[in-house]
Nanobody
Framework: QVHMVESGGGLVQAGGSLRLSCAASGRVFSRLGWYRQAPGKQRELVATATSGGSTNYLDSVKGRFTISRDNAKNTVYLQMNSLKPEDTAVYYC?????????????WGQGTQVTVSS
């Protein structure tokens, strides 16, 4: 049974910072990361970190957001700096399990990030 606990998020003014955390348990996760979904838009990948240390970022957040992962705790963090109103969205933690050539994605419940102008 995969269990995911997200924390962080909230309301911040443009230029401010927030930190999201997600603790996942129940499996060995090949990749942990964050997606977001704004109203009327599709869910998009924000940042991911593999167990081997590789990271990937959405172009629009590069240089502003930093993802980090504590493998011992199966926890992933997203430090968001210089936030913009367009970063407003529900942010979802994603945990991926790779097994026998297949990949399974698990999702957190989502946390709201609102950036006011």
């Amino acid at each position: 049974q995969v269990h995911m606990v997200e924390s962080g998020g909230g309301l911040v003014q443009a230029g401010g910072s927030l930190r999201l955390s997600c603790a996942a348990s129940g499996r060995v996760f090949s990749r942990l990361g964050w997606y977001r979904q704004a109203p009327g838009k599709q869910r998009e990948l924000v940042a991911t970190a593999t167990s081997g240390g590789s990271t990937n970022y959405l172009d629009s957040v590069k240089g502003r957001f930093t993802i980090s992962r504590d493998n011992a705790k199966n926890t992933v963090y997203l430090q968001m700096n210089s936030l913009k109103p367009e970063d407003t969205a529900v942010y979802y933690c994603n945990a991926r399990v790779a097994n026998m050539g297949l990949e399974y994605d698990y999702w957190g419940q989502g946390t709201q990030v609102t950036v006011s102008s």
